[in-house]
C-alpha cells in the first residue's frame, strides 16, 4: 500500500508539472494542486496502520486514534458542537434526543442538575399517566391520571 502511495503521489506531482516531493524528513509535499483516490475503499494510512481514513459508499471512517476538532459543524454553520469550558450544543431548530434505552440518564444518581439558579428551564410537558419520582431509593412519587382509572 505505501508503494501505491508514493506511486501516486509522484504521479500526481509530475502530471501537476510542481517541483514537489520528499524533504530530508521523509515528509511528502504537493503544494499545489489535489489529491485524488477514486477507488471505493481507497484508504490512506498513516503511521503503519496507527490510525487510517477510510472512505466508502460516501463515508468516511476514521480508525484506531481519537479524532479531535476545534468546532465541529454538522450540516452548516449554524448547527454545530464546541468546547469552551462546558461542551456547547448549538442548533438552528430543536434538539431531539431519542435514546435506544428510552431513558436521559445523569452520570451518577443524585449528583446532576438539570438547569441552575442562574439558568432555570421554563416549561415541562409530559403525557398523560405520568409519574414524578422523588428521593434515591422514589419512596415518594407524584402521579397525573388523566382519566382517574389508571
Known amino acids: 500500500m505505501r ?6 503521489l509522484l504521479t500526481v506531482s509530475f502530471l501537476l508539472g510542481v517541483e514537489d516531493g520528499w524533504n530530508n524528513n521523509d515528509d511528502f509535499y504537493l503544494t499545489t494542486g489535489n489529491l485524488f483516490l477514486q477507488a471505493t ?3 490512506i494510512d498513516l503511521d503503519d496502520g ?9 463515508l468516511l471512517t476514521i480508525t484506531g486514534g481519537n479524532t479531535r476538532v476545534d468546532r465541529l459543524e454538522i450540516d452548516g454553520a ?3 458542537i464546541d468546547v469552551s469550558t462546558d461542551l456547547i450544543v448549538n442548533a438552528a431548530a430543536d434538539i431531539q434526543l431519542d435514546p435506544a434505552g428510552n431513558d436521559v440518564v445523569p452520570g451518577t444518581a443524585g449528583a446532576d442538575n438539570l438547569g441552575t439558579t442562574a439558568l432555570e428551564w421554563n416549561n415541562f410537558y ?20 388523566e382519566d382517574g382509572n389508571d
Open 3 to 8: 508503494k501505491l502511495l508514493l506511486l501516486l
Open 41 to 43: 475503499g481507497a484508504v
Open 50 to 58: 496507527d490510525v487510517t481514513l477510510t472512505h466508502s459508499s460516501n
Open 78 to 80: 449554524n448547527d454545530w
Open 126 to 145: 409530559q403525557g398523560d399517566d405520568a409519574f414524578h419520582y422523588f428521593g434515591l431509593d422514589q419512596d415518594f412519587s407524584m402521579e397525573y391520571d
